[in-house]
């Protein structure tokens, strides 16, 4: 599991391959936090290379988003699987976040 | 020999057991997930339970369990006892910490109050996703431990 980081533009692209999990949650976290202190503001996390996602990782996604928002910024979410996207709905986080079915749909929405 | 009847699926009557040690570390989660899913796998359970319920339930109750039940003292070990066949999936994950009453930990993670919440939805994801969620004392003999009991119809 692991997470890469890239620009597409104005927006950091973080993608997520394998688990977000208790174990690795602080990473991306950290990662995250890193690019918004260096003044990023607009951040995409893509998760077409993700397995499953459990409630810290979960936790980790609403605290960033809460942060980025406090900057004035924007988090938002790409290519959940149906599974990821019932997770999503299960706890109602698909209220919370904008989600889009693609990469490309994502980056054109900011 | 007789010919199998051709109606009988192969993995009628197969039981698979499995027990599993592990240190007070969230590192092994996920190793002990990919322990358990493959033998759902191998027993046709519904694909939606193998990439969701399993995974993510069992993430949640061995989470609790090392990280409340144990605080990650690396002198405490979870144990999971791990039973599969035909009519479903059942995982003991006991640790050994101070005993706690699963009911009152929970709350709704949906209500808008809590929405924003960064934690307080792992009994609820466990409760959502398995068919059963039960919490027993272990029988430890130090009147310590918990043990708490998932239960997953296959299909």
């Known amino acids: ?110 | 020999m007789l010919p199998m009847a051709a109606s009988s699926p192969p993995d009628a009557g197969l039981r698979v057991s499995l027990e599993v040690e592990i240190p007070s570390d969230v590192a092994y989660i996920e190793r002990v997930v990919d322990l358990v899913r493959h033998p759902c796998a191998e027993l046709a359970f519904d694909p939606r339970k193998l990439a969701l319920n399993v995974p993510v339930a069992l993430s949640e109750a061995l989470s609790n369990a090392i990280l409340r039940g144990n605080h990650e003292d690396p002198a405490k070990r979870v144990r999971i006892r791990v039973a599969v066949d035909t009519s479903g999936l059942v995982v003991d994950v006991e640790d050994e910490g101070v005993r706690f009453d699963m009911d009152a930990n929970m709350r709704d993670a949906t209500a808008p109050e809590n929405l924003e919440r960064e934690d307080g939805r792992g009994i609820f994801l466990m409760r959502r996703l398995m068919d059963r969620v039960e919490r027993f004392d272990a029988d430890s003999g130090t009147g310590q431990g918990n043990v708490v009991r998932l239960t997953l119809r296959r299909g």
């Open chain 1, 1 to 110: 599991m692991s997470f890469s980081i890239k620009k597409e533009g104005e927006i950091v692209v973080v993608d997520v391959e394998g688990q977000l999990i208790v174990g690795n949650r602080q990473e991306l976290k950290q990662k995250v936090l890193d690019e918004l202190e260096r003044g990023e503001k607009k951040f995409l996390i893509d998760f077409a290379q993700t397995g499953y996602i459990d409630s810290s990782g979960l936790g980790v996604l609403v605290s960033l988003s809460k942060k980025i928002r406090e900057q004035g910024g924007e988090l938002r979410l790409a290519n959940l699987n149906d599974d990821l996207k019932t997770l999503f709905e299960l706890t109602k986080l698909d209220t919370l976040f904008q989600i889009s079915d693609t990469r490309d749909r994502a980056l054109s929405s900011f």
